[in-house]
């Protein structure tokens, strides 16, 4: 009665999901595992170390939450929110809101300190206001993935680290992608995901954090708690399926029956970091870097402007101004239908203003960065559009002539 499915061909070009791996949809088809199956708990102990690589930290703990990055930070974060609890929140895009609202849920007294979406904050400006907020917690995002931002962030991880407050990043859209330093960065508790820069399916999130969190962690512990059922359920997280003191003790040898393991992401992500990793971290960033840098040339050459500081840009998204007079949501629609490219529009503000260009993961490849200006050009073209023809392709052909 039902027709098989049929899955349409996409180079998908957004700042995710991205295009999985072959390999890592290749390791989704292996046979499932019972969960503690001691052949699929040496695949989450190998899973454990290689997370830790795109984060740059030597913490004991890094683990994947089942969810997407949502969950991941939702997870994080109610780890260490206790009601009332004062949480700090520079927002130089879109993302930090989403940080704001899972405080705010938490009970926790969020201040926002707002800035243009043009270029991220200089770090002092943000301890000016950590020294006059005086917060438990201070959450950022290191890449603002709807305006293509990228926050300097080891000046406040250092302030932070000082004054002892917490200090809580979204690394979702650079892990992979970007040179991380947890460690270096001071940053307490990162978060990141699967479906940018690894290449793998959306559906779990990662999180490393480093002692400090793990005290807090064990002080929370429902079991160790020892008090009343009223006493122990203002201080417990407030999650069950998110708790991070449970998920640690599933993860490690205590290997408590918390949830059912995601067995087949599990795979997909061990398959994800394998191939990064022995692409090589380094490689792997130079890719990025390589193919942004056609790709922007290849936009100029068009006569496109890039939104926002160049210097503090990601290399893995690249907003572009939508030209006068174009209607932005028909040349996306032009791309998907005629050349079978998918690019990203914007939020906020910035809708309608700016379209968004991916270079994640297995999307940053040489041919699919041709492919997406080439659509471009052709659709931006087929509306008449006051641009330079004949000269994207070109112009990234020998931006890659000159640095390969
Ligand atoms: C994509 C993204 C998220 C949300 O991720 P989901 O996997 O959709 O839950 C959060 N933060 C940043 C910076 C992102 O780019």
Not at 142 to 167: S, V, W
Not at 175 to 186: E, F, K
């Amino acid at each position: 009665m039902y027709k098989e499915l049929t899955i349409a061909q996409r180079t998908i070009m957004t700042p995710g999901p991205v295009e999985a791996h072959p390999a890592v949809l290749q390791a989704m088809t292996n046979r499932i595992l019972g969960q503690f199956d001691p052949n699929f708990l040496a695949i989450m102990d190998e899973v454990k170390e290689m997370i830790k690589q795109p984060f740059g930290t030597k913490n004991k703990e890094a683990f994947a939450i089942d969810g997407t990055s949502r969950a991941g930070l939702e997870a994080a974060l109610i780890a260490l929110i206790e009601p009332g609890d004062k949480v700090l929140i520079p927002a130089y895009g879109r993302f930090a809101f989403l940080l704001g609202e899972i405080c705010e849920r938490a009970q926790a007294q969020v201040k926002y300190v707002e800035k243009e979406w043009t270029a991220p904050f200089a770090p002092a400006e943000v301890i000016k206001e950590i020294v006059a907020f005086q917060p438990k917690i201070v959450a950022m995002v290191h890449g603002e993935t709807a305006n293509g931002q990228m926050q300097p962030l080891a000046e406040i991880g250092q302030y932070c680290r000082a004054k002892d407050i917490f200090f809580v990043v979204d690394m979702v859209a650079t892990y992979g992608g970007v040179a991380l330093s947890v460690d270096d960065w001071c940053v307490d508790l990162a978060i990141a995901g699967t479906q940018k820069c690894l290449s793998v399916p959306s559906g779990l999130s990662l999180v490393t954090y480093n002692e400090r969190v793990e005290a807090v962690l064990n002080a929370r512990y429902q079991k160790e708690l020892g008090l009343s059922k009223t006493d122990r359920n203002k201080r417990h997280i407030m999650s069950n399926y998110l708790d991070l003191s449970q998920l640690q003790r599933y993860w490690n040898t205590e290997r408590i029956n918390h949830h059912t393991e995601a067995t087949s992401m599990i795979y997909a992500l061990h398959e994800g970091l394998r191939m990064l990793l022995n692409e090589g971290l380094d490689a792997a960033y130079q890719r990025h870097l390589t193919n942004e840098g056609a790709l922007v040339a290849g936009l100029e050459a068009m006569g496109l402007s890039i939104y926002g500081e160049k210097a503090t840009k990601m290399p893995t998204v690249t907003p572009i101004f939508i030209p006068e007079g174009v209607d932005g949501e028909a040349v996306r629609e032009e791309m998907l239908h005629s050349f079978g490219v998918e690019i990203a529009s914007s939020f906020g503000d910035l809708k309608g203003k700016i379209w968004r260009i991916g270079n994640m993961g297995y999307s940053s490849r040489k041919e699919n960065i041709l492919h997406v200006l080439a659509a471009l050009e052709g659709a931006l073209l087929y509306q008449q559009a006051p641009i330079s023809a004949g000269k994207a392709l070109i112009a990234a052909l020998n931006y890659y002539q000159k640095t390969t």
